[in-house]
């Protein structure tokens, strides 16, 4: 910014002094309730007396921009600041490839359009049989729970049915820490609520969960991240991170990680919970793909017992994506808050039509055949995508255990960016490496989810999305 | 908080300090961001030398709780805050009688317990049939609905009707002036979230819906209130609030007002309005209860064409708490922002299960005539219900045009929040007046619900509540 006088309209000084400060808080160099700069301080970097900057800071306190605190300068006012804005408005194809482009662009995506950028199953990957079998119970099931609202901390049967899961993970835990949500995302996001003010440094992967970035902007977060390898976080570096930047929170996945498909090793598990303990840091474990694994590796969650480990998952990527549910398991004192914070900004849980629909599936012995199934499928899938992407010259950074990702390197340096754009211009959604990398690091990177590549036209498309890019 | 050194342990000046800081910030009288007292101003107040203040500011420092900031002196760092609690954690029934005290109490009651002070009607009001054919339906319709998510604003179709709906209110919109949300509180939360920062003022009538106050408590917002009167706020007050206290935000019911069931008056919106332009406030139009007129009052959003009002509603009240669904009408530029603060915080709008059943509802012919029964059923009722109040000596503040509620002054001015703790006792749920009013103004009123009230068991408990009261 220009600290020069501007000579405007009435061309006074006053006025330049006057701009000069809307012009910070407009483009948040100033923030609510920030510290406006001492009268000497401005009067010397604008060169103007301070009689100058102590009117325009008087006419800008009358207007309600700023303040005075007796004694102690002026401050911006709280409630100045332009709405939040995440991203800026844009036409939907020229949109800026930042981390809502992905879930813009596929989410919104009409049926006649592609979406190996995607992350969610095809109707024909889920229980369709299943889920329409629980819609017809629904249609017979008590008056109460088609029309009233449900209970604060959801389904008392849907919460007996996890509280049992997540034994077999090796948490065992009960009742009073556990509670339904809207969905996975609305579970991480009463977290943050609860945990977080506006400032606070978040710690990620990189890379990681693209709407892990978008949330964390909602919360105003400074946002760091660590490299991510084959067995999660670089932990050295993470230990580092710990030390020098005092994260107050972790958003990670431990088993199949988005986008890379790596589970978190024992060792990097063991590790990562010390430095976690040493430096009172909180972690969020999102264990959404966790039922993908062949064989479940170890937990966070089960390691640390919920004490510093939050677990949070849902069903959108196993079971429906539309029957929207999610929960949290934790302290019990921190449950016992959440659940207030969510009467408060949704009026209680998921719906108890969801929450019906999801525990008729799961108690419904189908649920086992059918992921059983869905593993053996995805073993087949991720190996013929591989080979294909490979005679493209996309390499595979790892093959995951388990799951629909991909996340692979573009042999030949092509900017995935540039790809995905071009890939984009003929109804084909991709999800490029940047989208998911706080550093901005994995230009040359692409997730694929390889349920989504059946269609001989996406290969075409992909070929010559290569030669744009 | 006292001031004066503390003699610890370790009995220094020093930790004396440093105490007396900590205390101020766990006890929220400093926040995160907050500039920390000068260090002469300290000294002076504390009785210690300057340099006895450096060293514990410095030892704070180290300790990461404050931080310096070159040439300007210490903040309290951001992310030192303990996490948001909204309420104390306290036993069930013995929980304060604060605005979550009603949500608690009626959302977590299992069947045996009456619920007069709930605000949602029985099951055997709502119309059930209509929602096991949408239920049926559903188990028939497309794989898609079932399993995928939604798109970002929600249901086409949803929105379409909703359009013809809101043109009936006089309310001309197009398709992106619109949204669909996971539930009428999640649509004025994702408002408050887009225009509010912690500290904002935010007007809301007295009395208010109560989970307003709980909502903006989560927003860490500055609360105040303008008495509500039979025609809407009381207008000269409200001109003067918006000039001496500047809030941001205007939150209100305009058609049978929660907990009032009052209706603002065509002359009340206008210079409501008015003021509003005059001094730049948005104002939240929560039309929850507005299919329940016989008929339709002027709406700010239709006087306002949606330029700085703000419509929500939902479909809890008339078709189906359980099916959770509401919607935002407002200016398009802030539409593709809120619909951009939905992906981040919900990844996406309502379930498309949920919006196909209500879709499917609204559509059918039935919810027309559904209304009209359920208008005439709670004229009936309302007017009983008083009859039976009344000989207890409990009045109504006025009789509504429409819905469920009675807002009611109890004559003999018993303490009401007392009575509801003496009919909790025997599984009766009340709504006590002080939990819908800031001022704490409204402790000898009561809001019944009419339609929950058809037991004998209530009107004995309510005579011995109102004589332990």
């Not at 109460?144 to 049992?164: E, M």
């Not at 998952?313 to 429906?320: A, I």
Request: aromatic share 6%; glycine share 8%; charged share 25%.
């Amino acid at each position: 910014m220009d600290d020069a006088p501007a000579k405007g309209r009435n061309g006074t000084r006053t006025t330049g002094v006057m701009s000069a400060i809307r012009a910070r808080v407009a483009g948040r160099a100033l923030g609510p309730g920030d510290r406006l700069p001492s009268i000497r301080g401005l009067a010397a970097t604008m060169g103007v007396s301070p009689s100058t900057v102590v009117e325009a800071y008087d006419r800008l306190a009358a207007e309600g921009l700023i303040r005075a605190r007796r004694g102690s300068g002026f401050y911006v006012s709280p409630s100045v600041m332009p709405p939040l804005a995440l991203t800026d408005a844009e036409p939907r194809r020229d949109r800026a490839v930042d981390p809502f482009w992905v879930s813009r662009q596929s989410l919104d995506a009409d049926e006649s359009v592609l979406k190996p950028g995607c992350g969610w199953l095809p109707p024909d990957w889920m229980p369709e049989d299943a889920l329409r079998r629980a819609a017809r119970a629904l249609a017979r099931t008590d008056a109460s729970v088609l029309t009233n609202y449900g209970s604060t901390s959801g389904s008392p049967a849907l919460r007996r049915l996890l509280l049992k899961r997540l034994a077999e993970d090796e948490i065992e835990t009960s009742v009073n820490q556990l509670m339904l949500t809207g969905s996975g995302t609305q579970a991480t996001d009463l977290i943050c609520r609860f945990l977080l003010r506006p400032g606070d440094t978040v710690l990620v992967d990189d890379p990681c969960y693209f709407n892990f970035r978008a949330l964390l902007r909602a919360h105003q977060a400074r946002i760091i991240s660590v490299p991510y390898t084959p067995s999660g976080p670089d932990i050295a570096r993470f230990e580092q991170v710990l030390g020098s930047e005092r994260p107050r929170l972790y958003i990670t996945n431990s088993a199949l990680h988005n986008p890379t498909g790596a589970t978190m090793s024992l060792q990097t598990a063991h590790r990562l919970l010390t430095a976690a303990a040493a430096h009172d840091l909180t972690i969020v474990e999102d264990d959404i793909f966790g039922d993908f694994e062949p064989e479940r590796s170890p937990r966070l969650a089960a390691l640390d017992g919920l004490n510093r480990v939050i677990r949070i998952g849902s069903f959108s990527k196993t079971l429906s994506a539309s029957v929207r549910c999610g929960y949290i398991a934790g302290r019990a004192d921190w449950i016992e808050q959440l659940v207030d914070l969510q009467v408060a900004t949704s009026f209680g849980g998921p719906s108890p039509v969801a929450t019906d629909i999801i525990a008729n599936v799961l108690a419904g012995g189908g649920y086992r055949k059918h992921m059983d199934e869905l593993r053996r499928r995805l073993t087949r899938t991720r190996r013929d995508v591989a080979r294909k992407l490979q005679a493209l010259g996309i390499e595979p950074w790892l093959m995951p255990r388990g799951g629909f990702f991909l996340w692979c390197r573009l042999a030949g340096r092509q900017d995935a960016t540039a790809m995905a754009r071009a890939a984009l211009e003929e109804d084909v959604v991709l999800a490029p490496g940047n989208v998911f990398s706080v550093s901005q690091t994995a230009q040359n990177f692409m997730r694929f989810n390889v349920a989504h590549m059946s269609e001989p036209r996406i290969w075409d498309v992909l070929r010559r999305a290569l030669k744009a890019a």
